[in-house]
């Protein structure tokens, strides 16, 4: 299983982006798809499980939605209002519903004037 992520980039602060993963490969059920992110330590942002419940660390409530399109194997993460706390690399993952956990290379999103 191969996850390519991207949209991450340099923005202002207030400013919006959207980062985007797809997973490939032998892929027969998804449980959850997320993110995390790295600035240094790595937390997690936010999930969609399957059947599209969302939850979302405090700090991003409000500002960033996640999204994901089950047909696919895509999820999004339309981050907006941006803070330059929320620079970091951007990390997807994919939960299948055998156990196993598979990671993105990360992107990294800077948000600074």
């Known amino acids: 299983v191969q996850l390519q992520a991207s949209g991450g980039g340099l923005v202002q602060p207030g400013g919006s982006l959207r980062l985007s993963c797809a997973a490939s490969?032998?892929?027969?059920?998804?449980?959850?798809m997320g993110w995390y992110r790295q600035a240094p330590g790595r937390d997690f942002v936010a999930v969609v499980t399957?059947?599209?419940?969302?939850k979302y660390v405090d700090s991003v409530k409000g500002r960033f939605t996640i999204s994901r399109d089950n047909a696919k194997n895509t999820v999004a993460l339309q981050m907006n209002s941006l803070k330059p706390e929320d620079t970091a690399a951007y990390y997807c993952?994919?939960?299948?519903?055998?156990?196993?956990?598979?990671w993105g290379k990360g992107t990294q999103v800077t948000v600074s004037s």
């Open positions: 490969g032998r892929i027969f059920s998804i449980n959850e």
């Open positions: 399957s059947t599209g419940s969302t």
């Open positions: 993952y994919v939960l299948l519903t055998n156990g196993a956990t598979y």
